[in-house]
């Protein structure tokens, strides 16, 4: 059974690979301006890794299939939201590069499914031209709650999904 755990600094040399080959799906999908200049750079995911923050998904037989950032507390660049509001000011979770490697089918939902069994309340955000990211939140039932700007001042369609406590929903 596939599993998620914490990323591990000595798994450098295998994750970026899967964010190498994340990037070029992203330009083949009409997605050529949200991982670029050299981003998430190998000192941004040992960074993440250091902190316990990288977490992968493994198939059975240990490959790794996914890569993504899990972070609970609060998010500077969520401080502010614009052309719109976040569903609720509970504690939550952020969901930040995720990327997959490409060899197993509905990798986003398995490490979704994970987050939300360690918060209830999540939030992520994406490129607008990041239709595939877009599709899978929305499926999820995250809620588009509206316009949060990045570090380097960049745009981002904010999403939040809080699950319902009692029905896990």
Not at 13 to 35: C, E, H, L, R, T
Not at 64 to 81: K, Q
Not at 130 to 155: A, D, Q, V, Y
């Amino acid at each position: 059974m596939p599993a998620i755990r914490k990323a591990r600094l000595d798994e450098l040399d295998s994750i970026m690979p899967v964010y190498d080959k994340a990037k070029a799906y992203m330009q083949q999908s009409g997605n050529p301006n949200q991982w670029i200049g050299g981003y998430p750079s190998r000192e941004t995911i040992a960074a993440d890794i250091l902190a316990g923050h990288c977490h992968v998904l493994e198939t059975d037989d240990r490959k790794l299939a996914a890569v993504f950032a899990y972070i609970e507390g609060n998010d500077p660049t969520y401080s502010d939201i614009f052309d719109g509001a976040w569903l609720n000011d509970l504690p939550y979770a952020v969901v930040h590069r995720l990327a997959s490697a490409g060899i197993m089918h509905d990798v986003a939902r398995q490490c979704f499914l994970w987050c939300f069994g360690q918060c209830p309340n999540l939030r992520v955000d994406t490129h607008a031209d990041n239709h595939t990211m877009r599709h899978i939140l929305e499926s999820l039932g995250f809620s588009r709650c509206g316009i949060i700007l990045t570090h380097n001042g960049t745009p981002r369609i904010a999403y939040q999904k809080t699950l319902d406590i009692n029905t896990k929903k």
